[in-house]
């Protein structure tokens, strides 16, 4: 047996010579198959419980009638709690030095948090070397294979403490903590942390493969010179202090590209929650720009077992039932994200009462003739009704009682009853016969409708409505181009853009929900039926409190702490959606301002400041670029001094000897785009991904398809590739992506920031190259 308890595969002997990042992903699926065949094997167990206790009809005593009904529940809850936690399973591992102690817990793990005084060894040369004693997958609930050796750690146990509490500075006995992103049965991904790099750690006699940032930390530990090992010493501080930093008000972290912003935030809301679960029972949110930075952020951070504490969301999901599936142009999101939306918001929330068919006039039957209020009368009551700053769904009960008034002044009938108790009861019998009637309540319905944001927000693809809502607040060409990116949204919510999300949510604060009576349980509509009150039992009260928690997850629009990734690219309304979700929060808000692709940021600021209100704040700043090497980073800082000249770039601090490379294209821009992609999979290994202007991203992908890359090449836009990395960066046609937006050299230097190890430039004759060297013009040094 190894030291994670299987046995050595022949399988993995095999795959030695294939890349490092298949060969563990193949190892860790082998141990996921095992694991799931204990599963089946657990499931028939219970299955054969629930069986033997359902034939046990016939029991002679009440107390073996308790005793039944007990084994039913208990082996029904574990069937089910099994069957519930079946699906992505698996989602962590760590790798341990040895304990201080030999003693061993009830999941079959080691007690010891402190290694062993002689775990590591020092090698004459200075090297440090140890052993891995011990590897705990973690995951949703604890398995033991047949031998009670621990194939899975119950995330909430004592023994998986040290995946969430290991921090560089205070690793314990961890040496590798590794990420397992999987779906269903399948893993699919592997990242890890390196906690001791200077260390050569020897896994079953092999060298431990470090796969990710986790590699890069490697190669900087065991570089030789006290510099390189002062530098790591400096990343692991800076990351520390972070991730441990009390979570009493906002904690702001910036830094430049590759210095691990993300990583550390993330392990610091994993760290907050294990620390302190209860504190955080009301959630924790984590927003991320793009669904493709929300996929990399699932994998550091998974989901934390059955309570569910954890949503991770794209800005464009934010609002539960819909998703943003399209893009605005650079000059309509300008608009759409800018604060002045609120007002135009504002204006059509009340607007959009007066839809095409709307009756002009109200006609009812009263003491016996026909009572009127004609366009002018009906006018003046609506001017009433929105005089309230209630949203406008939950005003419908004020214009039912203001539109009574109206009606019962025109009757003349309170001239009629001069006695005040017999007007009052006059009155009342009046609302009660017209308020009930169906010509009222049919007029009222057409009248003041329930509105909807998406309805809404469909309304304004009317250019002359928006026109009008838009009055003195956005421009002609703006209403015509918002207009005109509004009429791609469908009925059932398709067509939506992130910006478009944020609308959305403005709005559902603007009009509300309607208060509606809530439908009666199945017990309470039995017993209102028959007069009988159904007996219920206490795992029926335990099922459907559970039922309870389950809905009020799915429907939780605040959170306990709110972390926002690449906050630098939030609009003003973006900034809004997410305060609304964080307004009794603790919040961690990651970002750079030199990676800002949003063109107004003091106006972002502003809208910020109010959605983090007046909490004090700890700011934190990383300041070493571990991803890029210097020859990279050389080209990217000489476009940040063009884009914020006077901002101090992170320092790179390892080199590969590489210089990136700098080709022109000739007439066919697609072959020369395919070529590049071929060459630089060649050179790597590992992910190559192809970064174009936002407007180019379907031909590109035209480019480059049927290339034999499997899912290692990716074609993204611009401002898709923020937050991510790759072995090697394609980035084409620099000058496009530049003039997208005013903040286009900003996109343009995290296009060149992406790559962990080769950067090719693919230049056009827009892009004004240097015909001796290649390099674009905007790339030259100043």
């Known amino acids: 047996m190894t030291a994670r308890g299987l046995p050595w595969s022949a399988a993995r002997r095999q795959a030695k010579g294939t890349d490092v990042r298949e060969r563990e992903i193949g190892d860790e699926q082998r141990h996921l198959d095992a ?26 005593t009440p107390g073996a009638l308790a005793e039944r009904d007990a084994q039913v529940f208990q082996a029904g809850r574990h069937l089910a709690r099994l069957n519930s936690e079946f699906e992505d399973f698996l989602f962590g591992r760590v790798d341990l030095l040895a304990g201080k102690d030999g003693e061993r817990g009830t999941d079959g793990a080691s007690t010891s948090v402190e290694p062993a005084e002689d775990a590591v060894r020092v090698l004459p040369d200075g090297q440090a070397v140890a052993e891995i004693a011990e590897t705990l997958h973690i995951g949703r609930i604890g398995v033991l294979a047949g031998d009670y050796t621990p194939l899975v750690i119950d995330w909430r146990a004592p023994a998986a403490a040290p995946f969430y509490r290991a921090t560089p500075v205070s690793p314990g006995r961890v040496v590798r903590r590794r990420v397992i992103r999987s779906r269903g049965r399948r893993v699919l991904g592997v990242e890890d942390d390196l906690l001791r790099p200077r260390l050569r750690a020897l896994l079953d006699g092999e060298e431990l493969a470090v796969v990710g940032d986790g590699a890069l930390m490697a190669a900087l530990g065991r570089a030789r010179g006290a510099r390189m090992h002062d530098i790591v010493a400096s990343i692991q501080a800076e990351q520390d202090e972070v991730i441990r930093a009390p979570a009493v008000s906002v904690t702001e972290v910036t830094g430049g590209p590759g210095t691990g912003k993300t990583a ?32 990399y952020t699932e994998g550091v951070l998974p989901a934390l077992g059955e309570e569910g504490q954890v949503a991770i969301r794209a800005l464009g999901a934010l609002v539960d039932g819909f998703e943003a599936d399209a893009y605005d142009e650079q000059a309509v999101s300008r608009v759409k994200g800018a604060a002045v939306m609120v007002k135009v918001l504002a204006r059509a929330a009340r607007g959009a009462l007066d839809a095409a ?25 609506r001017q009433q009704v929105l005089g309230a700053t209630t949203p406008v769904n939950l005003l419908r009960p004020r214009a039912r009682r203001l539109l009574l008034d109206a009606l019962w002044r025109a009757s003349g009938a309170a001239e009629r009853y001069p006695d005040g108790e017999l007007a009052a009861e006059a009155r009342d019998a009046f609302t009660d016969d017209i308020g009930d009637g169906d010509d009222f309540t049919d007029f009222l319905d057409a009248w003041w409708p329930e509105l909807t944001p998406l309805g809404v927000l469909r309304a304004m693809a009317d250019e002359q409505r928006l026109a009008r809502w838009g009055r003195r607040l956005l421009r002609p060409r703006e209403v015509r181009r918002v207009a005109r990116s509004l009429r791609r949204i469908t009925p059932e919510g398709a067509g939506l853009s992130v910006h478009d999300v944020a609308l959305l949510d403005e709005l559902r604060t603007l009009l509300g929900a309607p208060a509606r009576p809530a439908a009666p349980s199945e017990a309470e509509a039995l017993e209102e039926l028959t007069g009988v009150a159904e007996l219920s039992t206490y795992a029926d009260r335990l099922t459907a409190r559970r039922d309870r928690a389950d809905r009020e997850r799915e429907e939780r629009t605040e959170y306990a702490h709110v972390m926002v990734d690449e906050a630098q690219d939030l609009t003003p309304m973006q900034w809004r959606m997410v305060g609304r979700r964080g307004r009794r929060a603790t919040w961690t808000v990651v970002g750079d301002p030199a990676q800002s692709s949003w063109p107004a940021p003091e106006e972002a600021a502003a809208e910020r400041d109010l959605a983090l209100g007046t909490r004090p704040r700890r700011r934190f700043r990383l300041t070493v670029n571990y991803r890029n090497p210097a020859e990279i980073a050389r080209v990217a800082d000489g476009v940040l001094a063009r884009a914020m000249p006077g901002t101090e770039p992170p320092v790179a601090v390892r080199s590969t000897g590489v210089e ?50 499997g899912d290692r090449l990716l074609v993204l836009g611009s401002l898709e590739a923020k937050g991510l990395e790759y072995d090697a960066t394609l980035v084409v046609a ?27 430039v693919l230049s056009t004759p827009a892009d004004t190259p240097d015909p001796a060297t290649g390099i674009p013009e905007l790339l030259t040094p100043a």
């Open 35 to 60: 694991v799931y065949q204990r599963l089946a094997e657990k499931i028939a167990e219970a299955e054969y419980l629930m069986d033997d206790a359902a034939r046990r009809v016939h029991v002679g």
């Open 264 to 295: 550390v935030a993330l392990h610091r809301a994993a760290y907050l929650l294990y620390q302190d679960r209860r504190r955080y029972a009301g959630g924790i949110l984590v927003v991320s720009p793009t669904p493709l930075l929300v996929s």
């Open 357 to 381: 068919g709307t009756p002009e006039r109200l006609r009812v039957v009263a003491f016996g003739r026909r009572v009127e209020l004609g366009p002018e009368e009906l006018a003046h009551v």
């Open 660 to 709: 990136p490379r700098f080709a022109v294209a000739g007439a066919d821009l697609g072959a020369a785009v395919r070529a590049e992609a071929e060459r630089l999979l060649a050179d790597v290994p590992g992910t190559v991904g192809v970064v174009v202007a936002m407007d180019r991203r379907a031909e590109a992908r035209g480019w480059v398809a049927g290339l034999d890359a």
């Open 734 to 760: 620099p000058s496009g992506i530049a003039a997208e937006s005013p903040a286009g050299l900003r996109v343009l230097y995290v296009a060149l920031t992406r790559a962990t190890q080769r950067l090719t």
